[in-house]
């Protein structure tokens, strides 16, 4: 069984810049696809981007695209933010689960076998 790890958390003021690593104990079939997921304060959780390993493509909520990036380390995935809004704050999980079914549809169901513990993101206005 894969573990996820994520770091990177903290306070930013609005615009600011953080990136927020997961770090897998295994890259194999079983972290063939891998997300970062948010839960704002007393709010649903929502999925911000998708990751295909066998891709360097990503897919990006439309709620950060253009201020969020996703990108593979050697042995993390990455979550780069951007010009980071106080709607940001919350949350964030990495997930990861086996190569199966459309990638996008795994995202919105939030379909995936193995999940992080969270690092909290804040920003203030």
């Known amino acids: 069984q894969v573990q996820l790890v994520e770091s990177g958390g903290g306070s930013v003021e609005a615009g600011g810049s953080l990136r927020l690593s997961c770090a897998a104990s295994?890259?194999?079939?079983?972290?063939?696809?891998m997300a970062w997921f948010r839960q704002p304060p007393g709010k649903e959780r929502e999925w911000v981007a998708c990751?295909?390993?066998?891709?360097?493509d990503a897919i990006i909520a439309d709620s950060v695209k253009g201020r969020f990036s996703i990108s593979r380390g050697r042995n993390t995935l990455d979550l780069q933010m951007n010009g980071l809004k106080p709607e940001d704050s919350g949350m964030y999980y990495c997930?990861?689960?086996?190569?199966?079914?459309?990638?996008?549809?795994?995202?919105?169901?939030?379909?995936?076998?193995?999940w992080g513990q969270g690092t909290q993101v804040t920003v203030s206005s």
């Open positions: 997930a990861a689960g086996p190569p199966d079914g459309d990638l996008r549809s795994r995202c919105r169901n939030a379909e995936f076998s193995t």
């Open positions: 295994a890259f194999n079939y079983y972290t063939g696809y």
């Open positions: 990751f295909y390993a066998g891709s360097t």
